[in-house]
């Protein structure tokens, strides 16, 4: 089955500096992946839709400039959390839809997510 | 907007009876539905999934959901819970074309006993 690839799975960095977070498709083309951040004991929460070769599209509330997106190929995109801050920690989730699977709301593979702590 | 609702953030059930989670979603038209498994620090795993047609849905590890559109509910069901299953589970909405926008409801962390 189609398999998303995330790293890192856990960083820790201090307050101030930028962290990249990388989401690969390994075995799939993805035209479109997506941001998720999970609080600890909460839902799932979109920050972000990351389009292939064209600017990402992000959710109310989610600052663009804190929350940088690259979609330079069909199967990497990334986030990079910038002058990342305690309030930044969470878990990062991506998905992405395999670009074969042809309908829109076919089922999303997901990452196993990245744990970031900023201290 | 659309909206999902899981009213149970807890269950605990003992190895072997039965399981039901619920979920009860808000959209105007007909939904596209999905339920997630999530393990403890890892991503999220599709259970299972309904677009159209059959309104019981079979997916994986011995799950089912049923879409009964007069009550806007998609529930999960396993007649025989193992203790593996022990996880939290996410029922999901997507709009139609909307493109896979998911609309995740809180989740229902799942206990077992033996």
């Known amino acids: 089955g189609a398999v998303v690839s995330q790293h890192p799975s856990w960083v820790i960095c201090k307050s101030g500096t930028s962290v990249k977070i990388e989401c690969r498709s390994l075995?799939?083309?993805?035209?479109?992946m997506f941001w998720y951040r999970q609080f600890p004991k909460q839902s799932l929460m979109l920050m972000a839709t990351?389009?292939?070769?064209?600017?990402?599209?992000?959710e109310q509330g989610v600052e663009k400039d804190k929350f940088l997106i690259n979609h330079a190929s069909l199967t990497l995109s990334t986030l990079t959390v910038t002058s990342a801050h305690p309030e930044d920690s969470s878990f990062y989730i991506c998905?992405?839809?395999?670009?074969?699977?042809?309908?829109?709301?076919?089922?999303?593979?997901f990452g196993n997510g990245t744990r970031l702590t900023v201290t | 907007a659309q909206s999902v609702t899981q009213p149970d953030i807890h269950i605990t059930v003992s190895e072997g009876a039965s399981l039901e989670l619920r979920c009860n979603y808000s959209?105007?038209?007909?939904?596209?539905l999905f339920w997630y498994v999530q393990s403890p620090g890892q991503g999220l795993q599709l259970l299972l999934k309904?677009?159209?047609?059959?309104?019981l849905v079979q997916g994986i590890k011995g799950f089912e959901a049923e879409f009964k559109r007069s009550q806007s509910s998609f529930n999960l069901r396993k007649p025989s819970v193992h203790w593996s299953d022990a996880a939290e589970y996410f029922c999901?909405?997507?709009?139609?074309?909307?493109?896979?926008?998911?609309?995740f409801g809180t989740g229902t962390q799942l206990k077992v006993e033996l």
């Open positions: 999901a909405v997507g709009a139609t074309g909307g493109g896979n926008k998911l609309t």
């Open positions: 959209y105007g038209a007909t939904p596209y």
């Open positions: 309904y677009f159209s047609g059959d309104t």
């Open positions: 998905s992405a839809r395999d670009f074969e699977e042809g309908a829109s709301n076919s089922p999303l593979h």
């Open positions: 075995d799939f083309q993805a035209t479109t």
């Open positions: 990351s389009n292939e070769g064209s600017k990402a599209t992000y």
